[in-house]
């Protein structure tokens, strides 16, 4: 399995990027996909999820109404649409996949990409 970043970079307060994260060797569809972030010296905690057919999403509060995650199973690719971004906002991106489950989107995440820098300042 492998799961590689692109996107990412600096961005001033207000402002947008799209991350993407494309995987390969698994049967993407299968997979619930989630986006976390790490900012300097603080834990990594999840931003948003997606389930594997698209049909749940969540989201932590406070990223909810700014950002957007969605997939595109046919090209294997995640996304994340972060719109009217914050100082607060600038960390270390991650994605990763489970096995799809029943369970709450928040955990069980076992294939992480390699991480993107996401900085926003003016």
Not at 93 to 104: D, G, L, P, Q
């Amino acid at each position: 399995v492998q799961v590689v970043q692109s996107g990412g970079g600096l961005v001033q307060p207000g402002g947008s990027l799209r991350l993407s994260c494309a995987a390969s060797g698994l049967a993407f569809a299968n997979y619930d996909m989630g986006w976390f972030l790490q900012a300097p010296g603080k834990e990594r905690i999840i931003a948003a999820a997606i389930t594997g057919r698209g049909s749940n999403t969540y989201y932590a509060e406070s990223v909810k109404g700014r950002f957007t995650v969605s997939r595109d199973n046919a090209k294997n690719t995640l996304y994340l649409q972060m719109n009217n971004l914050k100082p607060e906002d600038t960390a270390v991106y991650y994605c990763a996949a489970r096995w799809r489950s029943e369970t709450m989107l928040t955990s069980g995440y076992g294939h992480w990409g390699q991480g993107t820098q996401v900085t926003v300042s003016s």
